[in-house]
């Protein structure tokens, strides 16, 4: 999930002061964990200017009073989708897939195949691309992944973003990210020149879900592996060493944590990880 910046200087149809803004940025911050600087005003501006129009609103207070109301989630969660956009792709940094293949894949496997439950979690899935490369390494590992107790767990805030990842079918322009030898795994469907799908097989192996990353959690763990890669630079720093210190509270004993190239684990939970790779890190912690 990213914020995607924005230069706005058009004249305003609506009125969006200092103290509308904050209110939004408290909602945002409050429900979704955002933390919306002030340089993110013209965006904010831009996006739900979008949504009063829709709701036939005249002021930010009067959809605020709206987000207010008990029976409008509906509307948080277009909140949501107006102030964040999805940017990803099939085997984003791609050296997290190298070391996933080469030092972390075999040994789950290995543990699998002797009766062993294996989990990975997939925590800010967006439209679906991270928790399907990750079922198309594993695939191309171990074709025969099925017969194990081996699964991915897909989560998003966002349950628009999710619809599309359970669709499962992308642009072929984004075929250019997939290595070759996973192209197997895929129905490329000759009849359709635009899209193609994610197999059968590798959609198997992922179940997506809603999750809120600041509320509870209502997932069992733990985790042999959590990818949550250019999330929590939208947190503010508070928030980041809270989600680092329970992500390790959810791995198991030597787990793996993989984070975007721009975050760092910051707080009590350096303490817990040893570095494998660039932004990649091994639980050392028993706990």
């Given amino acids: 999930m990213t914020i995607e910046p924005i230069n706005a200087t058009a004249a305003r149809e609506f009125a969006f002061t200092d103290a509308d803004f904050a209110q939004i940025a408290h909602v945002a911050k409050t429900e979704f964990g955002l933390n919306l600087a002030d340089s993110k005003k013209p965006l904010v501006y831009s996006r739900l ?20 109301k008990a029976n409008e989630e509906a509307e948080k969660t277009e909140l949501l989708s107006a102030l964040t956009t999805n940017v990803t792709h099939f085997f984003r940094e791609m050296h997290h897939f190298e070391a996933l293949g080469k030092d972390v894949i075999p040994d789950l496997m290995a543990r699998a195949k002797k009766g062993e439950r294996i989990r990975i979690w997939s925590a800010g899935c967006s ?13 191309g590992a171990f074709p025969d992944v099925a017969r194990y107790d081996f699964k991915i767990l ?7 973003i999710l619809a599309r990842a359970r669709d499962a079918s992308y642009p072929k322009s984004e075929l250019e990210a997939i290595p ?6 895929l129905d490329l469907n000759e009849s359709d020149a635009k899209n193609f799908t994610i197999s059968e097989s590798a959609r198997n192996l992922v179940s997506f879900g809603v999750l809120n990353l600041i509320s509870d959690w209502p997932i069992k763990g733990p985790f042999d ?7 929590t630079i939208y947190f503010d720093a508070e928030t980041q060493r809270r989600l680092w210190d329970r992500f390790q509270n959810a791995l198991s004993p030597s787990g793996y944590l993989f984070i975007g190239h721009s975050e760092r684990v910051t707080g009590s ?6 570095s494998i790779g660039v932004t990649a890190y091994q639980k050392t912690s028993p706990r």
């Fill in 154 to 160: 897909a989560t998003d805030i966002d349950p628009n």
């Fill in 225 to 231: 592996v959590i990818f949550c890669r250019n999330v």
């Fill in 180 to 185: 070759n030898t996973a192209h197997r795994f």
């Fill in 269 to 274: 939970a350096t303490s817990a990880f040893r």
């Fill in 49 to 68: 200017a979008k949504r009063l129009r829709l709701r036939k609103l005249s002021t930010f207070q009067e959809y605020l009073a709206l987000l207010s």
């Fill in 127 to 139: 439209s679906g691309q991270e928790p399907y490369s990750i079922a198309l390494s594993i695939l």
